[in-house]
Every structure is written in C-alpha cells, then in structure tokens.
C-alpha cells in the first residue's frame, strides 16, 4: 500500500510537468526506478527511456530547480 501512494505521489508530482502524463510517468519509474536516479538524469538518458527531447528538456529544467 505504501509504495503504491508513493508512486501515486510522485505521479502527482511530475504531472505538473509540461508533457509529463502517466505513460512518461511508468516509462521513467521502469527505467529510473526512482526519483533520485530521475533527477540525476540527463536529457539523453531520459530521451533513452523514450520521452520525446521536448519533454526530456522539461523534466531536466524542473527537477534543476
């Protein structure tokens, strides 16, 4: 139950990013598997777990800030 909320959570979270809905959501967590190793991404890691540049550029830029 409780990694099911977190993962509700951090859905919330990134969705407030532009581009980011629950598919670039599961894509990033089965590539990632977590918000720390997302946050240390970069553009074309993210793009290697196939989110389109745009989006990548998104995630980067929120999570730099």
Partial sequence: H???QK???L???MKKI???GDATVKKLLKKFKTVANIKKATVE???SAG???NTA???VNY???
């Fill in 18 to 20: 532009n581009g980011v």
């Fill in 51 to 53: 989110i389109s540049k």
């Fill in 11 to 13: 859905q919330l979270e």
């Fill in 2 to 4: 409780k990694q099911r």
């Fill in 57 to 59: 550029q998104n995630i």
């Fill in 63 to 65: 999570y730099k800030n």
């Fill in 45 to 47: 890691d993210i793009i």
């Fill in 7 to 9: 993962i509700s959570t």
